[in-house]
């Protein structure tokens, strides 16, 4: 017993000590991070804790000046790992550092980190692993024992040499765990690199682009022997053609132009013979200084994460039944490859391309029109690219500044022939499809230094290259130029002929894998949906006794075929035995029963309301739940709190038309509201949308535990993580009935689908790796009725002590607290938010002083801009 006791005694000490020491280093880490130079090192140091000690400048750190030496105390030391604070901050100079291919931009002093986050440079090397017969000495940490550097930060730039330079990116918290697992030893580079040293620093000049670097290479004179492309570029880097990008006997060099007219020669076009099986192995890429070939389409997904996913389609010049025509065959082609669920895809109108800030909200544009472009709408679409835009062209005139000249070939002859796809990854495929009659020069020109092609697609008769793969720019920019259309389906009017026609249907399972492959070359998400069908509904209320009082007061309002009609979407109550099917006209409802995609009891034991959300029309599959209850709420109980659920959508509707994707994961629902217009929401209804979205945002951030969970509020409606990417929205439909109004409150946020963007169970879980916690995930029946319980005790509180507490509240959770902005254009009056006025609107006030008030209807707010766009 006694050793029991002792047992359990030593336990809690050991756990205790680790925990109080943890939670020091943690609170100095919160304490130096951002304002000195923290250090973590390894190493046997020549003084003592707390001793003030000159110390010489790091290879990667600018020198100090003569009055100014850099000094070190030590914080914390344990064996040979110490914690120490070096003032001033050392700086390190980027001028000989290299950025990450896939970077957003390379790393200038200017480039924006976000608040709280913290660049840290590490130092590391390759350890010495002498062969001393002793086959632990090379034993590695576990997995599940290190921490991973790359979990836990964004790499930017690198300098190789020993030691190696890395610069990252991370938030205090993720340092505190960097820093101890460094203390630790359990911090895992890749690579096998140990690190010997990482510091938090500041930053002077500019790391290069590794494609700016070799092309600043290839257009400086005398640069052009074999001899010469093996010298160092950017420090001790060198860039060697890796062996698959050898040139083969046979290959021809192309002459690219440089912009001071120089010409150039390097190795570009490859035209191999015949294979073996006496197929033609058509036309290769070798270009020197061309990305990586093995680029990953789920890095390139990650590079365009922070893009809302939208797709724009470009037709032409006219608003034509045709160009209507075109964007429709294009968006059925995208969506049969993209799948349902992780794009929206617009028409890009030709007056909104110079008009629209469309380029910062666009994750890839099509080009789909053989007219001429206009000068000004062909170098939007370069600015586009070379910004790190993701751009198809299907038989096009936009070349992106590559000078491709188009030339005929077959005769001129427009009709199906035989090409061979060659992807950056995969085995090649040999398909059939419809050419415009013209392709590719193997003449390839390129205007600007940093632009590399490589052919992917050619004609089976006579290698002439039709798909080009571009890269463009310093930030990653990519095109894919066809001259075949990919785009088009057997069954368009083009296609004439049962001996086309059948060629082309025999091919096209190839046709939408190479389509698909192009996509997914691009950065978009090609995983396919499910088939969705319409579904019945079921009503269920909360309490018998209700149910009872709602059932007698619908049933008194239906016709003779048990059905509600209403405006949009007629409600048919039918018996459990009776199979109707739904359509978007008509929802056939059923009393009871179960879900199996609804946890009817999770989503009671959450409620805690008086009225809202206890009566529940459920469905699996519907349009939009924004419809479905206007007819039902004239006919029951003022005291019946109305919702619609679904699990899913097929066009879910957003504010100003737009369409809200709705994968599963997603929760969607529209909650019903009587608001007394003579009372203190009445008199300001514009708070409705306001007091939902906070709702929203408290269902989560107001639980034990998840109080740190960074959903925000965005105005008018959206909301997001930080200040980053929107994950949810309301949007209010309301009308006046007798002395109340009547609003349905519809909203959406994203709490299980990691894609297209981010939910919020990502951000649960991230914070369990920063922070070793634990917490569950959530479900979407727990999270609507916990907003919905929320939204009910926001709306009694204001109604009883008016909108004081409620601004409040909500400006504890918004985004704007005296942000900067400009109204209407980025040119245009300067102002400062200042909150919302009295009606819920926004106010702002100008630099001369004048205050204004903008409504959320039809106006927009531009974070990526600080642009407020006021409509007129």
Request: net charge negative; hydrophobic share 35%.
């Amino acid at each position: 017993m006694l050793l029991t006791v002792c047992y359990a005694y030593l336990t809690f000490t050991a756990a205790t000590r680790i925990a109080r020491r943890k939670m020091k280093i943690l609170n100095l880490v919160r304490q130096y991070a951002l304002t000195s130079g923290l250090s973590f090192k390894s190493g046997k140091p020549e003084y003592l804790c707390h001793l003030t000690q000159e110390i010489s400048a790091s290879v990667f750190w600018e020198e100090a000046s003569a009055s100014q030496k850099y000094t070190e105390v030590v914080l914390w030391r344990e064996d040979d790992n110490r914690m120490t604070i070096i003032q001033p901050k050392p700086k390190v100079d980027l001028d000989e550092w290299t950025s990450f291919i896939g970077s957003a931009r390379p790393l200038t002093p200017t480039t924006r980190v976000r608040s709280g986050q913290v660049l840290l440079l590490l130092e590391a090397t390759l350890p010495d692993r002498e062969d001393d017969g002793n086959d632990d000495a090379c034993e590695e940490l576990p997995l599940s024992q290190s921490v991973s550097l790359t979990r836990l930060s964004e790499p930017l730039a690198w300098r190789s040499g020993d030691p190696y330079g890395l610069l990252v990116s991370t938030d205090v918290e993720g340092l505190g765990v960097l820093g101890l697992a460094f203390m630790d030893s359990k911090l895992k580079l890749d690579d096998g690199m140990e690190a010997v040293q990482m510091i938090s620093v500041d930053t002077s000049g500019s790391s290069q682009d590794l494609l700016s670097l070799y092309s600043r290479k290839l257009n400086s004179p005398g640069q052009n022997s074999s001899s010469d492309n093996d010298k160092d570029l950017g420090g001790s880097f060198r860039l060697e053609l890796p062996k698959h990008q050898q040139v083969h006997e046979g290959s021809t060099e192309v002459k690219v132009e440089a912009l001071g007219g120089d010409t150039t020669k390097v190795r570009s076009i490859t035209c191999l013979g015949e294979a073996k099986d006496g197929s033609a192995q058509g036309t290769e890429d070798a270009m020197s200084g061309e990305f990586d070939e093995q680029d990953s389409p789920e890095m390139l997904t990650k590079l365009h994460q922070a893009k809302p996913p939208n797709i724009l389609v470009y037709t032409g010049l006219k608003d034509t039944e045709a160009e209507r025509g075109k964007f429709d065959q294009v968006k059925e082609a995208l969506e049969q490859c993209l799948g349902p669920d992780h794009y929206i895809i617009y028409r890009l109108k030709h007056d909104h391309v110079l008009s629209q800030p469309w380029a910062e909200n666009t994750s890839l544009l099509v080009a789909a029109t053989q007219e001429e472009l206009e000068d000004s709408v062909n170098q939007k679409f370069e600015n586009f690219v070379e910004d790190g835009g993701r751009l198809l062209s299907f038989c096009s005139h936009f070349n992106m500044g590559l000078d491709v000249q188009p030339l005929p070939f077959l005769s001129a002859e427009v009709g199906v022939h035989s090409m061979v796809y060659r992807p950056l990854q995969g085995s090649v495929t040999e398909l059939k499809v419809y050419v415009t009659g013209l392709c590719y020069t193997q003449r390839l020109k390129a205007h600007q230094g940093s632009t590399a092609f490589k052919v992917i697609g050619s004609m089976k008769s006579g290698n002439q290259p039709v798909i080009l793969h571009a890269y463009a720019g310093y930030k990653g920019g990519r095109a894919i130029l066809s001259q075949v259309h990919l785009e088009m389906s057997p069954t368009e009017d083009e296609v004439r002929g049962t001996e086309m026609f059948t060629q082309l249907k025999k091919s096209n399972p190839q046709r939408h894998q190479v389509l698909q492959d192009i996509l997914t070359t691009l950065g978009m998400t090609c995983s396919r949906g499910t088939q969705t069908t319409l579904t019945s509904a079921h009503l269920l209320v909360v309490e018998d006794a209700l149910q009872d009082t709602v059932v007698q007061s619908i049933s008194s309002h239906l016709d003779e075929t048990n059905a509600l009609r209403g405006g949009k979407v007629s409600l048919v109550f039918v018996d459990d035995a009776e199979p109707t099917p739904a359509t978007p006209e008509e929802l056939p409802v059923l009393i009871g029963g179960a879900a199996d995609s609804f946890n009817w009891q999770v989503y009671q034991d959450n409620l805690k309301t008086r009225t809202l959300g206890k009566v529940v029309l459920y469905t699996e599959v519907i349009p939009t739940t924004m419809t479905v209850l206007d007819r039902l709420s004239s006919c029951v109980p003022e005291d019946a709190g109305l919702i619609a659920i679904a699990h899913r959508q097929t066009s879910g509707q957003g504010r100003g038309g737009n369409v809200w994707l709705s994968p599963l994961g997603c929760a969607m629902f529209t909650l019903h509201v009587r608001i007394p217009l003579q009372s203190e929401l009445g008199h300001r209804l514009p708070f409705i949308q306001h007091i939902m979205a906070l709702a929203v945002v408290d269902s989560v951030r107001t639980l034990p535990g998840y109080q740190d969970i960074d959903l925000r509020l965005k105005w008018p409606n959206d909301i997001y993580y930080g200040d980053s990417m929107k994950l949810g929205g309301v949007i209010v439909n309301s009308s006046i009935m007798g002395n109340s109004c009547s609003a349905f409150i519809g909203c959406g946020f994203n709490v299980s689908n990691s894609n297209p963007t981010i939910c919020i169970n990502d951000l649960v879980k991230q914070h369990n790796k920063l922070h070793n916690t634990d917490l569950p995930d959530f479900t979407t029946e727990e999270l609507i009725a916990r907003a919905v319980t929320i939204a009910e005790e926001i709306v009694q509180d204001f109604q009883e002590n008016g909108s004081d507490a409620f601004l409040q509240r909500y400006y504890n959770r918004w985004l704007h607290s005296d942000q900067q902005v400009h109204l209407s254009s980025e040119e245009g009056p300067q102002a400062t938010i200042l909150g919302l006025d009295d009606s819920g609107f926004l106010s702002v006030v100008k630099d001369g002083g004048e205050i204004i008030s903008v409504q959320p209807d039809g106006n927009t707010f531009d974070m990526l801009r600080n642009l407020i766009t006021i409509k007129t």
